[in-house]
């Protein structure tokens, strides 16, 4: 009998090879998670799923280019976070550059404390409520796990800025919290 991953490894191979029914089997398993990843950064759900709809087509395209360095759902997360991005930007979202000699750099080390009686899907809400600016870096940084060297890269701001929207989007989600839960 045949893994979970030998499976999906099949399923891939088959889509490789233009197959139709293995590419419909291939959107069932991750279409799901590809659109909750869409919509934290869109937070609209039919934007979301055109964005994941294309998301698997330029998938599918490439999928001779992906060579199994990563798992295939991380593949195809990077996919679905990069048209997310690209659609924000035609939107033309304007991460303003702030002066770097005024700006506090967020310290790395900083500890993020929050009440073990908050949920994660709390947090995401109030994430989603922030500015466009701080709301994409802290799912970019918190979320989805890049540093602010990609971070900088992908939304073409400069380390700096991505560690200041970082700083300043934790505290307005801590406000958030805090007046939640009146701590």
Do not use: P
């Not at 009998?1 to 490894?9: A, D, G």
């Not at 490789?16 to 959107?27: F, G, I, R, T």
């Not at 976070?81 to 750099?105: A, Y």
Request: glycine letters at 2%; a positive charge; hydrophobic letters at 40%.
């Amino acid at each position: 009998m045949k893994s979970t991953k030998q499976l999906h490894q099949s399923v891939i191979d088959a889509c490789k090879n233009n197959d139709a029914k293995a590419q419909m089997q291939l959107y069932d398993l991750y279409c799901d998670a590809m659109f909750t990843v869409a919509v934290r950064y869109v937070k609209d759900s039919f934007t979301a799923e055109d964005i994941m709809q294309e998301a698997f087509i330029k998938a599918f395209k490439k999928i001779n280019s992906y060579k199994e360095e990563v798992a295939f759902g991380a593949w195809l997360k990077r996919i679905v976070i990069n048209q997310s991005i690209d659609w924000l930007k035609k939107r033309k979202l304007e991460l303003v550059s702030i002066n770097e000699e005024v700006t506090t750099i967020a310290d790395e080390e900083e500890h993020w404390n929050v009440a073990a009686t908050i949920s994660y899907q709390e947090i995401v809400n109030c994430i989603q409520k922030l500015k466009e600016k701080y709301r994409i870096v802290l799912t970019l940084f918190l979320l989805e796990g890049y540093d602010h060297g990609e971070i900088s890269k992908i939304l073409g701001i400069s380390e700096v800025t991505s560690r200041t929207h970082l700083l300043r989007g934790k505290k307005k989600v801590q406000e958030q919290l805090k007046a939640v839960h009146h701590v």
